[in-house]
């Protein structure tokens, strides 16, 4: 498999959980029979980096911090530009998504395609309940994805989806 979507955060802490939720509808939705294997992962970026290593392609999905538009969904192409430190800062774990990208850049880890979703959350604390705003976030980031996916195989179907990503 050349594509892998990895979606980040925890389920106990609101709007962190949205990375995770897009990982769980996708694999309900049966995506990975498209020749794209999902993975759920808390974000700790030493163990983030094994997890796209022997991956040509690779989109991440996490929450971002709140900047007053809950739900707004921003796509980085890590290959070609930084994350930003004020969008992602640290997890609960000493290091985070950010951090693992930007080691894996300075290492030269970072795989050809590295596509990172962000979905701006609204609510962190503990137990807290998903927001409206990212809950319909969710919705959008799958169906945005399998429409990129499903759109791959039929434009090249000799070719992974995760050869067009960029």
């Known amino acids: 498999m050349a594509l892998r979507i990895i979606g980040c955060g ?10 995770l939720l897009v990982a769980r509808r996708l694999h309900a939705l049966g995506v990975e029979t498209l020749a794209v294997e999902i993975m759920e992962h808390s974000g700790e970026s030493f163990s983030l980096m094994d997890r796209w290593a022997g991956f040509e392609n690779i ?4 929450a971002t911090a709140p900047s007053g538009k809950p739900g707004q969904v921003q796509v ?5 530009e930084r994350l930003p430190e004020d969008v992602f ?3 609960t774990h000493a290091f985070g998504v950010r951090e693992a990208v930007e080691l894996a850049r ?5 795989p050809q395609t590295l596509l990172i979703y962000g979905i701006e959350g609204k609510q962190f604390s503990f137990a807290a309940p998903l927001s409206a705003e990212v809950e319909r976030a969710v919705a959008s980031v799958v169906e945005r994805l399998v ?8 434009h090249n179907p000799q ?5 067009n990503l960029s």
């Open 106 to 110: 300075t290492m030269n880890r970072l």
């Open 89 to 91: 800062p640290c997890s």
């Open 147 to 154: 429409t990129q996916v499903s759109e791959s195989l039929i």
């Open 159 to 163: 070719r992974s989806p995760g050869d």
């Open 59 to 62: 989109i991440l999905v996490d």
């Open 76 to 80: 980085w192409n890590a290959r070609v």
């Open 10 to 19: 925890n389920v106990d802490r609101g709007d962190d959980a949205a990375g």
